[in-house]
């Protein structure tokens, strides 16, 4: 059975707590990626399934399929 994500709580001080949401990562299609990048974005494109990374001059992907 999966278990449903959690938020994220931060103490920040006695008895006292922050609740913060899921990370979320973009998604887009390839045709759809971002148009003014900077270097260190990634996100998840779904025509590809690649995790995709913006290294400054291109894009990089990584196969999210099973070996």
């Given at each position: 059975?999966?278990?449903?994500?959690?938020?994220?709580?931060?103490?920040?001080?006695?008895?006292?707590?922050?609740?913060?949401?899921?990370p979320t990562i973009a998604s887009w299609k390839t045709t759809d990626r971002p148009?003014?990048?900077?270097?260190?974005?990634?996100?998840?494109?779904?025509?590809?399934?690649?995790?995709?990374?913006?290294?400054?001059?291109?894009?990089?992907?990584?196969?999210?399929?099973?070996?």
């Open positions: 059975m999966a278990t449903r994500p959690r938020p994220l709580f931060v103490d920040i001080g006695p008895g006292l707590s922050i609740m913060i949401g899921l148009q003014k990048v900077k270097r260190g974005t990634f996100g998840f494109n779904t025509q590809t399934r690649t995790l995709e990374y913006y290294n400054g001059s291109h894009w990089l992907g990584a196969s999210m399929d099973k070996a």
